[in-house]
């Protein structure tokens, strides 16, 4: 059976206005599906994932990957950036504007 995880809305920070922000964090072996009423023009937040499948429908305006194992990434396009910090093992397909990865170890990156 396949598991659908729901996106979190990210909280507003006293430094940094993340209203228009949609965070997934903590999840373990789940298909997660964040549709495009969710994210367009938004930042999303992808954080500590471990063995998901991951699939952004629509046009975020950034998206942070943090601390990612054994995963499956599709996001595009993305109307900035896609900023990449510990992943490990995954395979991520992107499609943006500009991509910084710090951090990245057998990892497959399939980029238009």
């Known amino acids: ?3 659908v995880a729901a996106a979190e809305p990210v909280k507003e920070s006293s430094e940094i206005n993340l209203e228009t922000g949609v965070s ?4 373990v072996n789940e298909t997660i599906e964040l549709a495009s009423t969710e994210v367009n023009s938004a930042d ?3 954080v500590n994932l471990e063995n998901c499948r991951v699939y952004v429908i629509g046009s ?3 998206i942070h990957i943090t601390q990612v194992r054994n995963c499956r990434i599709m996001a595009g396009p993305v109307s900035s950036s896609v900023f990449i910090e510990g992943c490990k093992d995954s395979t991520l397909v992107l499609s943006s504007q500009q991509l910084r990865i710090h951090d990245a170890v057998s990892t497959d990156f399939l980029i238009h």
């Open 1 to 3: 059976p396949k598991s």
């Open 44 to 46: 999303v937040n992808l």
């Open 60 to 62: 975020p305006s950034t």
């Open 24 to 27: 997934v964090r903590n999840k």
